[in-house]
Each structure stands twice: as structure tokens, then as C-alpha cells.
């Protein structure tokens, strides 16, 4: 039990789980979908903790590609750990982050993986810039500054 307390944690947005789904004409979504196996296969292997909150099941439960939608709620319900959060907690950091411009879906996975206290993951450039300027208690980056922050091989 003591290991799984020291376990790195991630947070991963649904626009990174979806990399991969994405077109991958462009060597930035190539690089980003590689990135984002590369940290699947460290979570995987057990040496880092994917956190799952209440909004990644809503979103992509709304997602309208049906092999897409069930690939992601499979790498969640496989592989994803779903801590107990203060939803209230989270509603009240959400609101105060929406006021840095993030937008309200943004805000509250950020809010959930701040309680988590888990390295956020995202490919959205916009959440990326308003994120500097808000004041966050986690590290935010991209799949490719998480694989090279963590030494991810």
C-alpha cells in the first residue's frame, strides 16, 4: 500500500486521451499521440496513477465516435484510479479559475486534479497560456514536456 501512496500522478484531459483518434497528417499530433502512448504504457506498467474524475466520464460520454467513446471509458475503467473527491470543494476552485479566463470544463478538471495533486496533461495551447496566469497549486504542460520532465522512455 505505502508504493501505491508514492505512485506519480496524472490527470490527462479528454483532448489528450483523444490524441490518438485525432488526424495525424501533422507531425505535432504524431508527436503528441506518441507521447500520450508512451505515459498510457508507464501507467500500464504501474509506475504512474492515471486520476479519473466525475468530468472525464461526462465528456466523453458525450463523445459522438462510438469506437473512440469506448476505447477512452475502457482506458479508464482499466487503467484509471478514481480517488474520492470534495465535489464542492471543486465546484468553489473551479469557479475561482474560471475567473483567469479558463473556460468552465477546463476549470474543473484542473480543480479536480489540483485536490488529486496530479501533473495535468493537455495539448489545448489556449488552457496552456491562461493557465500561467492563473495561480495553480500543480504543474500544467504538454504529453511531450511530461515525457521529458519525468524522463519518460
Not at 490524441?19 to 500500464?44: C, G, M, Y
Not at 475502457?74 to 479558463?102: N, V
Request: a neutral charge.
Amino acid at each position: 500500500m505505502a508504493d501505491q501512496v508514492l505512485l506519480r500522478r496524472i490527470y490527462l484531459d479528454v483532448c489528450v486521451l483523444s490524441r490518438p483518434f485525432d488526424d495525424q497528417a501533422q507531425a505535432r499530433i504524431r508527436l503528441e499521440t506518441e507521447a500520450v502512448k508512451l505515459i498510457l504504457s508507464h501507467v500500464k506498467q504501474g509506475s504512474l496513477r492515471l486520476i479519473v474524475s466525475p468530468i472525464h466520464l461526462i465528456e466523453i460520454e458525450a463523445i459522438g465516435e462510438s469506437e473512440e467513446r469506448q476505447t477512452l471509458q475502457r482506458i479508464l475503467r482499466e487503467m484509471g484510479h478514481r480517488p474520492k473527491f470534495d465535489t464542492l470543494a471543486a465546484r468553489r476552485r473551479a469557479e475561482e479559475l474560471t475567473r483567469s479566463k479558463i473556460g468552465v470544463a477546463d476549470a474543473v478538471h484542473l480543480a479536480f486534479a489540483e485536490q488529486s495533486r496530479a501533473d495535468f496533461v493537455t495539448v489545448d495551447d489556449r488552457l496552456l497560456k491562461r493557465a500561467q496566469r492563473a495561480d495553480l497549486l500543480i504543474w500544467i504542460g504538454s504529453p511531450l514536456e511530461y515525457c521529458e520532465k519525468e524522463n519518460l522512455r
